[in-house]
């Protein structure tokens, strides 16, 4: 357990990933939970992560944890 909340308010579910946004580029990145909170990030659930809106004309990057096989 990570012991940080989704950003979302109301919503009592643990973050599972942090989005950011990159203005410079009209780009939504989303990645796996960052090792510490950042302020200018927000911190999602599984369920608002997957389905977050972007702002229109945006563009939406996901970074995913690949697991290996071995």
Known sequence: M????CSKVAC???A???????YADSMVVVGPLSAA????SYDL???HSERLSPP???????HAVLE???
């Open 45 to 47: 659930c599984a369920k």
């Open 68 to 70: 290996r096989n071995d």
């Open 16 to 22: 599972v990933a942090t989005l950011t946004y990159v």
């Open 12 to 14: 009592p579910e643990e």
């Open 56 to 62: 229109h004309g945006w563009q939406v990057v996901r």
């Open 2 to 5: 990570t012991n940080r909340p």
């Open 37 to 40: 909170h950042e302020p200018h």
